[in-house]
């Protein structure tokens, strides 16, 4: 192997990111002999560092956390980047050699070889990234109110009790008059932690609907369909960053993982569970307005009577497809109504009611 500090002009850069230290395998295009292999801080840094004097190649990242700034270092150094697809890269998962080292150099052959075997994702920019940061952030804040809920709830249980009915935004007013007075000293702290929990979130909320109004005015056509608020909308428009990325609408649903998988041989097809591909908050934001379209409160229009017959037709898993099913249907009327900007007509297209039960 030869060691060298600068690259030529046709060379491929594997680099497997860590948190501290991240590893490069230098590919020469020509031979596919290794150049150089070397590790660097994994700052900003100390990538422009030890890259900026480098020519410029093609550089692999696998996507993670560390992907998006590097990706956009990268880039602005000018080195052309592609990032990895980590679901679709089984030849660095399934090594039984892994290591920083050894994944380093399979990215970069998988790039020299044929840039399509990695299955290539974009990153969003720094501002998508800011954004959608602040929906991500909400969403732990709700994930952790709905914890400290179910504490109390289960708290009170245990000494005998039934907890009233609330909503989150109401539970801890109504349940502190009703708690017992032995769990008092432990569960009244944790009711004011609720509070400031549902303060934050209302804090996000108005954020959200400013960006929402002023930043991406596209989010008001989505929230036509009833049960796609201010959070669903933005983080469709963001998740997917561009309207016109996708050919047809109906590819938005494969997208977000929201399709069966498919494991066809000869005259099997077994009937298989979604892929889960794609962003799983965006994933689960869609299966909850689903939920309310399909729920006591859902009104009347083509998504939910779609959900209706697929329940009318199954057995006990009937309802967690039709939810799914819609999902699926809403992610590719959301893109249809963001790239047409059409007034959305609730019942266009539907189908017929089912009978009523005898």
Request: glycine fraction near 8%.
């Amino acid at each position: 192997m030869i060691e060298s500090t600068t690259l030529t002009p046709i060379a491929t850069i594997g680099i497997d990111l860590g948190d501290r230290t991240s590893q490069a395998c230098v590919l020469d295009n020509a031979s596919g002999d290794v150049i150089s292999r070397f590790g660097f801080e994994s700052t900003v840094s100390g990538l422009e560092r030890r890259f900026t004097k480098m020519d410029r190649g093609l550089v692999v990242l696998e996507a993670g956390g560390h992907s998006p700034w590097a990706s956009r270092a990268f880039t602005r150094l000018g080195f052309r980047v592609i990032v990895a697809n980590p679901r679709k890269v089984r030849a660095i998962a399934t090594s039984e050699r892994k290591s920083d080292r050894v994944d380093a150099e399979t990215l970069a052959r998988l790039g020299r070889a044929d840039e399509r075997l990695l299955h290539p994702i974009q990153h969003r920019d720094a501002r998508h990234q800011e954004h959608i940061g602040v929906l991500r952030a909400r969403d732990q804040v709700v994930h952790v109110r709905t914890a400290m809920i179910n504490h109390v709830r289960g708290r009170a249980k245990s000494a005998g009790m039934r907890l009233p009915d609330a909503s989150a935004e109401a539970f801890a007013d109504k349940a502190a008059p009703a708690l017992p007075d032995a769990l008092r000293p432990a569960l009244e702290p944790v009711l004011d932690l609720i509070r400031q929990a549902t303060a934050t979130i209302r804090t996000f909320d108005k954020q959200v609907a400013k960006l929402g109004e002023d930043t991406y005015p596209e989010t008001q056509v989505l929230q036509q369909v009833h049960g796609v608020g201010p959070v669903t909308s933005l983080a469709f428009v963001l998740v997917l960053g561009d309207r016109d990325r996708f050919r047809h609408s109906r590819d938005v649903g494969a997208y977000l993982g929201l399709c069966p998988r498919v494991h066809q041989s000869g005259d099997i097809n077994p009937q298989l569970s979604i892929t889960k591909a794609g962003d799983r908050f965006l994933r689960r934001l869609l299966v909850g307005s689903a939920h309310y379209i399909l729920g006591p409160f859902g009104p009347d229009c083509t998504l939910r009577r779609l959900g209706k017959r697929l329940m009318e037709r199954g057995a006990g898993n009937a309802k967690k497809r039709a939810v799914v099913a819609v999902a699926r249907q809403l992610a590719v009327l959301l893109h249809h109504l963001w790239k047409t900007g059409e007034v959305y007509e609730p019942l266009r297209g539907s189908p017929p009611l089912p009978p009523n039960p005898t």
